[in-house]
């Protein structure tokens, strides 16, 4: 009966984000319901103690990366810089090849550090242009930037400093390069066969006499450049090449500048207790605001007089934007966290540990419970923290390098994450102004892809002993 609740949670979720409703609204009522199935008393408390808890913490680290991101992306559009980038795109690879175009783009500024929720507003600009100009459905947008953030350079790509691609570290004793064969033949799998999906999705809409659609009836779309002419291609790539290195040197100098920890006591009347800061807990998320701040910086240095003339209103619907995104995933990590604490998860991940085979045991453990919680990195987390003695017991035992071990589970973490009520879909969705019914297919079939390449990658080790 347990497990049963939590499925019907789960389902319930996804079925009202599939239909369009909020899930701010309906993920505290998903959670909330299957606490009552479970333990009427503990409604309030888990609500208090853990729902809103889990959701605080989140908006208090993330937003001001949503916020920042947001304003960047809205920067990037009123500049022109992305239609410049476009016209130049056209000019090299032509209006037909978009969608590499953009899963390239998405994929350099992922690798580069930058967070996922970061590339959705900043690359969304130029993605609606180009396609626009290259007469490409609307409704492939999403599955477009999914292929090219959520997937190869988030977690299969050896050195990626995306966090599911550290978390695994602190378990095996590994590094964020380990097993790069593997993971350079999953990336490869997953990059051609993912084109290859999207091209065809393209070919049969063209061949159907599909637009981009009706610029009258489609939401969130970027409004048209106002300037008298395009900055130079170079000039209107910088603040993007800028966000990507200024992360990385930030991730560097940060721990070097502050140390393990830093604190400071508030100047206020009275005896205050001094504010502690843990240093390597918060530095990622200080290199991606200050890299921001530097990409946005750029983009007033090189494009000020377009973007303080529309400066007023596109921020506005950028903090818009950055509101309801964040609060859209801090909702589903609060619904991952009350679910994560019901009796019903606890029989799904002791099922999964009696899979005999030890790195499809972790796959499919890891996967399972990503999907359950809507959450890459917090799925792997769970995951790990109940059972990574088991595998590395496992893998022992069968001979298996800690190095595949670190590589399947940071791969398997990214596959059925992205399911219906994930917090980046959603996101991703409402930047791009579609709805689960207009895109969700394509996001859903580059999950399949994302998930099977783990096994790709299982059977090539098997198959090799390469790692």
């Not at 499925?7 to 505290?28: E, H, K, Q, T, W």
């Not at 800061?277 to 946005?296: N, R, T």
Request: net charge neutral; charged share 10%; proline share 5%.
């Amino acid at each position: 009966m347990d497990f049963l609740i939590v499925l019907a949670a789960l389902c319930f979720l996804m079925f009202v984000a599939y239909r369009g409703y909020s899930v701010i609204l309906f993920a505290p009522i998903a959670a909330l319901g299957a606490v009552l199935l479970t333990d009427a008393s503990l409604v309030a408390p888990m609500f208090t103690g853990l729902f809103m808890d889990k959701m605080v913490g989140f908006l208090k680290l993330y937003f001001p990366v949503f916020l920042l991101g947001a304003v960047f992306g809205k920067l990037i559009e009123i500049s022109g810089f992305s239609k410049s980038i476009v016209a130049a795109t056209i000019r090299v690879v032509g209006a037909q090849r978009a969608m590499l175009a953009i899963v390239l783009v998405c994929a350099l500024l992922t690798y580069g550090g930058v967070s996922l929720f970061v590339v959705v507003f900043a690359v969304y600009p130029f993605a609606a242009e180009l396609f626009r100009q290259g007469n490409i459905p609307k409704r492939l947008i999403p599955g477009t930037i999914a292929l090219g953030a959520f997937t190869f350079t988030m977690d299969a790509l050896p050195g990626t400093p995306q966090i599911q691609n550290i978390i695994p570290t602190a378990f095996f004793g590994t590094n964020a390069w380990a097993a790069p064969v593997l993971g350079t033949i999953g990336g490869v799998f997953i990059l051609v066969v993912g084109m290859s999906y999207l091209e065809w999705r393209r070919r049969v809409a063209q061949r159907a006499g599909e637009g981009y659609g009706d610029p009258a009836t489609l939401l969130n779309e970027p409004a048209p450049f106002a300037g008298d002419r395009l900055a130079n291609p170079l000039v209107s790539l910088l603040p993007l090449v800028l966000v990507g290195v200024s992360n990385l040197l930030f991730t560097r100098w940060i721990p070097k500048a502050y140390g393990a920890t830093h604190e400071f006591v508030p100047a206020v009347v009275g005896n205050a207790a001094p504010v502690v800061q843990e240093v390597p807990k918060i530095a990622a998320i200080w290199a991606v605001q200050g890299a921001l701040l530097v990409g946005i910086a750029t983009i007033l240095v090189f494009a000020w007089k377009p973007v303080f003339a529309s400066f007023a209103e596109g921020t506005k619907s950028a903090i818009g934007g950055a509101l309801l995104a964040s609060m859209n995933t801090a909702s589903e990590y609060g619904f991952g966290a009350v679910i994560a604490a019901l009796p019903g998860f606890l029989i799904v991940a002791n099922a999964l540990g009696a899979i005999p085979n030890p790195l499809v045991n972790e796959a499919v453990t890891v996967t399972a419970l990503a999907g359950i919680t809507g959450s890459a990195s917090g799925g792997m987390s769970i995951a790990l923290a109940a059972m990574a003695d088991t595998f590395i017991a496992n893998a022992e035992a069968a001979g298996i390098p800690m190095d595949v071990l670190h590589r399947v589970a940071s791969m398997a973490s990214g596959g059925m994450d992205t399911l219906p009520h994930n917090g980046a879909v959603i996101t991703l969705l409402a930047v791009t102004g579609l709805t689960h019914r207009q895109s969700y297919k394509d996001v859903f079939a580059i999950t399949l892809i994302k998930t099977a390449a783990v096994f790709v990658i299982i059977g090539v080790f098997y198959a090799t002993g390469l790692v």
